[in-house]
Nanobody, 113 residues
Framework: VQLQASGGGLAQAGGSLRLSCAASGVNFRINTVDWYRQAPGEQRELVAS???????NYADSVKDRFIISRDNIKRTVYLQMDSLKPEDTAIYYC????????WGRGTLVTVSS
């Protein structure tokens, strides 16, 4: 299983970014996929999840600003991040569990005030 995250970068507060997580080596459509983030000096935290049935879950801190979605044909999960805040600055990781945890390499999101 390989997870390739992309789409991070620099944004201004109030701006938007879209992250992508491309999966390979797995029957993608049956898996829940998550986005986590880790800010400097902080623990990694769950940002959003999407199940095989397209049910979604969000951390309170990103509700109404972030949207997670998936395209099973492209084997990709997206995280649309709008109304970005400086506190969203972190390395974002995609995650999938299949008998064990699989993590993407991470993509850095920096939001300037």
């Amino acid at each position: 299983v390989q997870l390739q995250a992309s789409g991070g970068g620099l944004a201004q507060a109030g701006g938007s970014l879209r992250l992508s997580c491309a999966a390979s080596g797995v029957n993608f459509r049956i898996n829940t996929v998550d986005w986590y983030r880790q800010a400097p000096g902080e623990q990694r935290e769950l940002v959003a999840s999407i199940t095989s049935g397209f049910a979604t879950n969000y951390a309170d801190s990103v509700k109404d600003r972030f949207i997670i979605s998936r395209d099973n044909i492209k084997r990709t999960v997206y995280l649309q991040m709008d109304s970005l805040k400086p506190e969203d600055t972190a390395i974002y990781y995609c995650h999938l569990w299949l008998h064990r945890d699989y993590w993407g390499r991470g993509t850095l999101v920096t939001v300037s005030s």
